[in-house]
């Protein structure tokens, strides 16, 4: 099962901790970040960020001019993120995904960043996403194909160098392959226009650090790839009449 509680402890730490897989996370949104906001473009856009956590994305994207609203079922995450936002804040709601209390049609962009792989039914969040989405409008996604390699370097990697990896952080059945994720969102009328491999840079000087340390360093990043062999980013198009 699924550990989705670790969330709940974590407090500013999300911001600040080297010793933890969330500095993962952040290494993650210093990529995915300026990629977003180059995709939705200048224009300010209605935003929702679903499985916000403590603000990363969703304060990013309001501080760049986008109205945005974020959900999450953790409380604590919500608080720091309120507590980390700058003067032009997001919305922030404790939603759960499968049920979002928003009508129909009410976004020009939905983002589901590392939390399609966190839920037992990725397929229902994917379907309030569509419905929550304006024709034409876009779905960013993130999230980890199924694979020996993805096992061994999510998982255990994740697991055996960085020390207080909280016990099934992870859970290998959960993960996506690509071909699984168009299927589920053709399913609910949304085109993949998009994919991106993304993958850690390890370079000797930081597997070193990580492999006696056990922790992650504050040059650890991450990259864009054509290979879908681990994690992949990808936008879908909600389609209408000028997309089909």
Known sequence: ??????????????????????????????????????????KPAQVLDIGCGAGFLANALASSGHSVTGIDLSEPSLEIAKRFASRKAPKYIRANAYSLPFPDGSFDAVCAMDILEHVEEPGLVIGEAARMLKPGGQFFFHTFNRNWLSYFLVIKGVEWFVKNTPPNMHVYPLFITPGEMKDLCLLYKLEVTDLLGFQPKLTPKTCLHMAFKRTVPSTFSFSFTNKLRTGYCGIARKKSSMFR
Not at 14 to 35: G, Q
């Open 1 to 42: 099962m699924i550990n989705n509680e670790f969330y709940n402890d974590l407090y500013e730490e999300w911001y600040t901790r080297s010793d933890h897989p969330i500095a993962l996370l952040r290494a993650e949104n210093a990529i995915r970040i300026p990629w977003i906001l180059e995709k939705i473009g200048s």
